[in-house]
Nanobody
Framework: QVQLVESGGGLVQPGGSLRLSCAAS????????TDWYRQAPGKQRELVAT???????NYPDSVKGRFTISRENAKNTVYLQMNSLKPEDTAVYLC?????????????WGQGTQVTVSS
């Protein structure tokens, strides 16, 4: 059974930084696509970062230049570095992997980690 465990969330002041981690229970396949989403109360789930197996990244305008997604294959972990945080970045952040994780193939989600940006 594949598990994704996010960590690194917390309370930060506006302008601050956080680094989120998403640790997979198996090796992330070279062709797997990994996304970070966020969901704020009363709002639709929003895609905030994507990284493909060959390292191509994509971001919406709302976070471009502030957020950076990366993968560390040796640790089966995907990161989201978030800088210049704003109150509107407050949400539960979720990791999603589509493709191979270990010997499994599927669409996998973590449980989420809360990020709160407030003074």
């Amino acid at each position: 059974q594949v598990q994704l465990v996010e960590s690194g969330g917390g309370l930060v002041q506006p302008g601050g930084s956080l680094r989120l981690s998403c640790a997979a229970s198996g090796s992330i396949g070279s062709s797997a696509v990994t996304d970070w989403y966020r969901q704020a109360p009363g709002k639709q789930r929003e895609l905030v970062a994507t990284i493909t197996g060959n390292g191509i990244t994509n971001y919406p305008d709302s976070v471009k230049g502030r957020f950076t997604i990366s993968r560390e294959n040796a640790k089966n972990t995907v990161y989201l570095q978030m800088n210049s945080l704003k109150p509107e970045d407050t949400a539960v952040y979720l990791c999603n992997i589509r493709g191979n994780v270990g010997k499994n193939v599927g669409d996998y989600w973590g449980q989420g980690t809360q990020v709160t940006v407030s003074s």
